[in-house]
């Protein structure tokens, strides 16, 4: 057989590129081929913060990230490598009105082996001293949720793709589809690769990709920053990663090594047209809003310097949710895209889920609500807390 034929074209080396291919070389598919434009892990995932949660309103994303978290603690035993995971817990505050919607989610979270309830103010403190809750109306803590590297994860579910034979290419970038007939036609600089189907698993560049095709998948694209902070007095890392639902920009932060806070925003973020045009330097007046945000939070931080920052993609659809599986009309064509901020924490039980239905296997944890056109269907996906990267 030619090197340039496959029976699966992966098209992105990120963490669903490679964990997709680990799972299809995992369950005998045949040849795999990933095309990765860059180096691995030099897309979205490498910007992610890579928190690893359970808290979802939505009852599909709750029970992957109940499994994948699963997965992540145990990755070494369960696929093999390490994957830098750190347990912290998770804390969640919001308003009065979020008390029921999150009582919901732990009832279910609770059935599932995960450990959460409602905590007093007096309590969360005994876990994060340094918080405030003078504007809180409830309070919720995960005991289970951590956090991992994200380059280490990529990196390991490559490495156990190629040591079950696929095929990883770096710096082979895709120019071109054909979707034509039963064999699709994948053009590269290096060459054309042909295979009955290709997964595209680009994130935010999918759209650039399906450009020649006629295919216009239903997401945006924003630009969303990170900052670390720090105090004279070392940020534990033991202290657990909190959730904000009290603020427009939806915060979030968790321990950083070198005794910082890192912190990331789970709103919108700013539209972006093309996701190579994103400047790394964060904005003054970014840094200015977040630092009174995490001070209103944790008082010790009101004189807290910036120490870095960067920024990353989002890819979102307008329910916030995943576009998974076939492209209607197009056989073969399969899509992995508009994980919307919390495609990391999913992505074990996801890719999992992604490569047995393709192989005709029925999944482990169903994907068919994430399907391409269900928003024509009528059948978006509404979390209890509204849009957002906690839905």
Known sequence: MSKRTADFIIIGGGLYGCATAYHLARLGA???????????????????????????????????????LKIFSHFDEIVGGDVGFRRTGYLIVGPEEHREPMLRVFRTQNEHGIDTAIL?????????????????????????????????????????ARELGARILTDTPVTGLSLAGAVKQVQTPAGDFESPTVILAAGPWTNQILAGTGIRLPYVVSRHKVITLKTQR??????????????????YFRPETGGVVLVGTGDHGEPVED?????????????????????????????????????????????????????????????????????????????????????????????????????????????????????
């Open 30 to 68: 045949g040849r795999v081929l990933v095309l990765e434009r860059g180096a691995i892990c030099s897309g979205g995932t490498a910007r992610s913060c890579a928190i690893i949660r359970t808290h979802y309103s939505v009852t599909s994303n709750l029970l992957h990230a109940v499994e994948s």
């Open 120 to 160: 007093s103010p007096e309590e969360a403190r005994e876990v994060h001293p340094l918080l405030s809750f003078h504007d809180v109306g409830v309070i919720g803590y995960d005991t289970m949720t951590g956090y991992a590297d994200p380059h280490l994860t990529v990196q390991a579910y490559a490495r156990r």
């Open 234 to 251: 070392p940020y534990d890392p033991h202290w657990p990663t909190v959730k904000d639902l009290t603020t427009p920009d939806k915060i």
């Open 275 to 391: 996701p190579d045009v994103m400047q790394d330097p964060v904005d003054l007046a970014h840094v200015e809003r977040i630092s009174g945000l995490i001070s209103n939070r944790m008082p010790a931080f009101a004189e807290a310097e910036y120490t870095s920052g960067w920024t990353g993609p989002y890819d979102i659809t307008p329910d916030w949710n995943p576009l998974l599986g076939p492209v209607p009309g197009y056989e073969g064509l399969h899509v992995m895209v508009g994980f919307s901020g919390h495609g990391f924490k999913l992505a074990p039980t996801i890719s999992e889920a992604m490569a047995q239905m393709l192989v005709g296997e029925r999944p482990r944890l169903p994907i068919d609500m994430y399907c391409v056109d269900r928003f024509q269907q009528g059948r978006a996906l509404h979390g209890a807390y509204g849009i957002g990267s906690i839905s």
